[in-house]
């Protein structure tokens, strides 16, 4: 069983910054991929970023490239999402997820990720 808590979320203007921190617990931490997902208001939940198990592999989503940089820390068992250049159409429910194989194909897709946090509310206003 894995624990995942998301931390980090709140209410920014348009151009500044957040960072998310996921906690991991439970598990062998280094020895999963990491997500971060998204799902704003009557949308389906999207891709965000993921990263490899020891961090030298990185996929982001096309609208947050070149803003958005995930991160993680095996040692504290945490990954992170720092924000930039936010947008009002980064407003949503930031979900932390973690994979359990260690591969690192395909993780811009939900069903590879075993476990979910509860999700940190990021609002980016106008």
Do not use: H
């Not at 509310?121 to 106008?126: A, K, L, P």
């Amino acid at each position: 069983q894995v624990q995942l808590v998301e931390s980090g979320g709140g209410l920014v203007q348009a151009g500044g910054s957040l960072r998310l921190s996921c906690v991991a617990s439970g598990r062998t931490f280094s020895n999963s991929a990491m997500g971060w997902f998204r799902q704003a208001p009557v949308k389906e939940r999207e891709f965000v970023a993921a990263i490899s198990t020891n961090g030298r592999g990185t996929e982001y989503a096309d609208s947050v490239k070149g803003r958005f940089t995930i991160s993680r820390d095996n040692a504290k068992n945490t990954v992170y999402l720092q924000m930039d250049s936010l947008k009002p159409e980064d407003t949503a429910s930031y979900y932390c997820a973690a994979e359990t194989s260690g591969s690192p194909y395909n993780v811009k897709y939900e069903y590879r990720y075993d476990y979910w946090g509860q999700g940190t509310q990021v609002t980016v206003s106008s």
